[in-house]
């Protein structure tokens, strides 16, 4: 039977809601199941959770390009739809400089590039409700890394290759094209098999970005259908392809390819043997050169933490490597780029002057159920960090262009009484002494914890008496300095810490009542410096 013939059977093209391409068959989901027409013997229909499936075998007379069609025209209406969702909802929790969803689930930053003039970021977006599903890509840019203009609903899940979530991957500015590069998800039949390809986009003379395909199809030797993430880059004379991994074993690998012409690929082998066991899935590599040395970063997942209050399961970490003249890797030492609640999936740009800067995701997987759901959105990304490699350390701090944020500023001194800052969205600088605990975003009820422990030796995030719904409420970081000067940036919902000149880093989201806008200090008091930070510019929805 032809693919046409499915199409008209199935109540024609507008009817269609999702196309997948099983071994040997050809599968369409229907919106509407009234109005398929009575079906010959040689078409199977099922319920398959849910959706109501027809499916034929796939013979050679129907090509790639045929299902292309199909595709394009599931991407029109879901572009549709999803502009409806580009409104922005009120919220007293949403971030006033920091990029969040208009509506929805935001998750992984993704394609970070400077590509003509101008900064490109995406990010995973599912937009109709705060649920992890059928993830599609928003695409802003920026001339300052602070302003962001929303330009479109870039990739959606529309083709056989991708319709249950266009997943996390990386850009590549190649002369004048900017390519995306992301794995496409497809879950088959009932028990909902995965199915992974890497795929790639092309953006065309009007902005907008076409499809290439799935350039990757088969899995590697060894590893499941968790194969995800693509980070493209040119080194040693070729191009380099690096995936998060899983073994059939369940063990965490970086999977590498080569290719000489971004198109075709060749499997080169795992890497991370040395690290065994460390985890059963690694996740959103990046790869990057600081202060000649280099470095990749991946998200662990089913690492175990020594501290007590550490139970997710999604960490984030970042390692030193060689390369040898083939290109392999091997992984020499590494640690956690960020100590904090609410960080993963980081992605980096390397800036017109050459600086790194990074951004991430502020949330978790796990994470569902948070109070900004309430106003029918979830989730942001973190500020943008400049990474510096300075006597063995990973430096981390915020991006010079923060400046550009910066209103008023104060000297405040802080004690037991507490002042009311009438904000949430600010920059705090303090030096605490051992034994200070530092009360923020508070009221009579609620409040953030930054406690110097010092019988303990640890900087404790505990933001258990907040209005928090998921997660770990108490972090701890040991730190060996006789004095902790910390670089507090607030915006609402979350607290970004820096900690000794960026030495370490902790992040988390933590919701306070609106008005909760007090800061105090239980301790000998200090004198800090307070600055405004706001933005005339919504960063989540811009024409």
């Known amino acids: 039977m032809s693919l046409q013939r499915l199409i008209e059977l199935a109540g024609g093209l507008d009817n269609i809601q999702r196309i997948l391409a099983p071994d040997g068959r050809i599968v369409v989901a229907v919106s509407d199941r009234h109005a398929v027409c009575s079906l010959p013997d040689e078409v199977t229909a099922e319920s398959v959770l849910g959706e109501w499936q027809l499916s034929i075998k796939r013979d050679n007379t129907i090509q790639d390009e045929d299902l292309a069609l199909v595709g394009r025209s599931i991407a029109a209406r879901q572009q549709r739809k999803a502009a409806q969702y580009r409104v922005a909802r009120p919220s007293h929790y949403r971030p006033q400089w920091h990029i969040s969803p208009p509506q929805g689930l935001l998750n992984d930053p993704n394609g970070f590039i400077y590509h003509d003039g101008a900064y490109h970021l995406f990010y995973q977006w599912y937009p109709y409700s705060c649920e992890h599903k059928d993830k599609y890509w928003v695409h802003l840019t920026s001339d300052d890394l602070i302003s962001w203009h929303w330009q479109s609903v870039a990739l959606t899940p529309s083709d056989w290759f991708d319709s249950h979530g266009v997943f996390s991957g990386h850009a590549v500015s190649h002369g004048d094209d900017l390519m995306l590069f992301y794995t496409g998800n497809t879950r088959l039949g009932p028990d909902r098999q995965r199915q992974t390809m890497q795929c790639a986009a092309r953006m065309n003379a009007d902005g907008q970005f076409e499809k290439l395909g799935p350039l990757i199809r088969e899995l590697p030797p060894g590893v499941t259908e968790h194969i995800r993430d693509p980070k493209v880059a040119f080194h040693q004379g070729r191009w380099h392809m690096l995936l998060g991994a899983q073994t059939e074993s369940l063990q965490g690998r970086l999977a590498v390819y080569h290719s000489d012409d971004l198109l075709n ?88 002057d050459g600086r790194r800067v990074m951004c991430g995701w502020m949330g978790l997987p796990d994470e569902l159920d948070q109070p900004s759901c309430d106003h029918g959105w979830l ?32 000297q405040v001194n802080l004690n037991d009484k507490p002042l009311d800052l009438s904000t949430k969205s600010f920059e705090l600088v303090v030096t605490l002494a051992w034994g200070s605990e530092l009360h923020l975003m508070h009221d009579d009820k609620h409040k953030v914890v930054l406690t ?47 900690i000794n000149g960026g030495e370490q880093v902790m992040t988390g989201r933590v919701f306070t009542p609106e008005h909760a806008t007090r800061i105090s200090l239980q301790g000998a008091a200090v004198s800090g410096r307070v600055t405004l930070l706001h933005s005339a510019h919504a960063p989540f929805v811009d024409a």
């Not at 020594?306 to 390692?319: G, K």
């Open 452 to 498: 110097l422990d010092k019988q303990q030796g640890v900087l404790r995030f505990d933001r258990s008496q907040t209005l928090i719904r998921q997660g770990d409420t108490i972090r701890e970081l040991v730190l060996n300095s006789e004095s902790v000067t910390l670089q507090i940036l607030a915006d609402s919902s979350s607290l970004e810490i820096f």
């Open 265 to 352: 690929w060749q499997f080169d082998k795992l890497y991370g043997d040395e690290l065994s066991p460390y985890g059963y899935m690694w996740e959103c590599p990046d790869w990057f050169e600081l202060g000649n040395e280099w470095f990749v970063v991946f998200g662990p997942q089913g690492i175990e933490s020594e501290n007590l209050h550490h139970n997710i399961v999604h960490q984030n970490r970042i390692f030193r490597v060689n390369q040898d003249e083939q290109g392999g890797f091997d992984f020499i030492e590494g640690w956690a780029l960020d100590e904090g609640f609410d960080f993963y999936a980081p992605q980096s740009v390397q800036t017109p």
């Open 379 to 410: 989730h942001q990304l973190t500020s943008m960090r400049e990474l510096r490699w300075l006597n063995g350390r990973v430096l981390q701090q915020p991006a010079a262009e923060l400046d550009l944020l910066r209103g008023e500023t104060r």
